[in-house]
Structures are given as structure tokens and as C-alpha cells.
């Protein structure tokens, strides 16, 4: 199987992974990635789960998927089925340096307002968010950013789910 090529300045501006929203099923990302590096069950229950590939999460609930998120030091590793391009994104990239990239693209953008904070997170429309440690002093590593994710983010979501489903 090929690896699926996906962008993050295509996520960050759709809030898709590739052809994965949230929503998706859990069935159609395993036979699309096929085999994970690591399967956690964490509500058996409500059958929640998160599939591992490379360092990238996939969270599911009742089979389908609520959050797409990375926090590792290998910010961009999809494992062998998927190649993740990070565009101008990289390990410990001052926020600064980061809005000067989004306020240059035309990404509209909100939250790290707060100078007083250690860490932050900054939320684009799309549902697609980047978690930054700002206080180095904090404990929480060193300063910069450490995290993405794509979640639910209110009706836009909902229409991207409904496409993705073919409704």
C-alpha cells in the first residue's frame, strides 16, 4: 500500500487530514492507513479507542473519529502509511513566528492573547489548533510549538462531516 500524502496547510485552512474529517468511521481510516502502529481501548463501553500511526492520533468514539492529534517530539510523523508535509511548521517554532505565517497567508486565528499564560493554544476556523508552551521556567519543556489537532469546531464541522458521509 502506497502512503497517503497529506498537508498541514491544507489541514489547517479545511480542517480535514487528507480525505479524514471528523466524523469519519474508524473503518474507512483503517482500510485507507491499514495497520496501526498501536491501538489503545480506553472506554470498551462506548467503544472508544485511539489509533496510533507513527506518532499521529486518531481518538474514536463508537467508531468514529473526534480528534486527530499529535504532541511528540516528531511532530510530523504519520508512520509508514502516511506522509505528513508540514508546510512552514516545526518543533518548538516561536508563536510569534507562527502568526506572522497565518496573519501573511490570510488564516484568520484566535487565543494566545494572554501574555501571562505558560501555554496557549491557538484555534483557526477550520477546527485545526496548535498548542504552544510559552514559559520554558513552567515545566512543560521548552518554549514554543508542541502540539496540533483537528476537533469539531461547531457548524463547519458538521457540514464536512455530512460531506464526508455523502450526505
Not at 496501526?36 to 496510533?52: E, F, G, M, P, Y
Not at 510530523?76 to 508563536?95: A, E, Y
Not at 512543560?140 to 464526508?164: H, K, N, V
Request: with cysteine.
Amino acid at each position: 500500500m502506497a502512503a497517503l500524502n497529506v498537508s498541514l496547510s491544507s489541514a489547517m485552512r479545511t480542517g480535514l487530514l487528507g480525505p479524514f474529517a471528523v466524523g469519519t468511521s474508524r473503518h474507512v481510516i483503517g482500510r485507507t492507513l491499514g495497520n496501526v502502529n498501536k491501538a489503545t481501548l480506553v472506554d470498551r463501553k462506548n467503544a472508544s479507542c485511539i489509533w496510533v500511526f507513527g506518532t499521529t492520533e486518531f481518538h474514536f468514539a463508537n467508531d468514529i473519529l473526534t480528534l486527530i492529534h499529535c504532541d511528540s517530539d516528531d511532530l510530523f510523523d504519520g508512520g509508514p502509511s502516511m506522509k505528513i508535509d508540514p508546510w512552514k511548521l516545526r518543533l518548538h517554532m516561536p508563536l510569534a513566528e507562527l502568526k506572522s505565517i497565518l496573519n501573511g497567508n490570510d488564516i484568520g486565528y484566535n487565543g494566545c492573547d494572554d501574555p501571562h499564560v505558560v501555554d496557549c493554544t491557538v484555534r483557526l476556523s477550520s477546527g485545526f489548533t496548535l498548542g504552544f508552551v510559552l514559559d520554558d521556567s513552567a515545566g512543560l519543556g521548552p518554549t514554543g510549538l508542541r502540539s496540533w489537532s483537528i476537533q469539531s469546531c461547531g457548524e463547519q464541522s458538521d457540514a464536512r462531516e455530512r460531506r464526508s458521509h455523502g450526505l
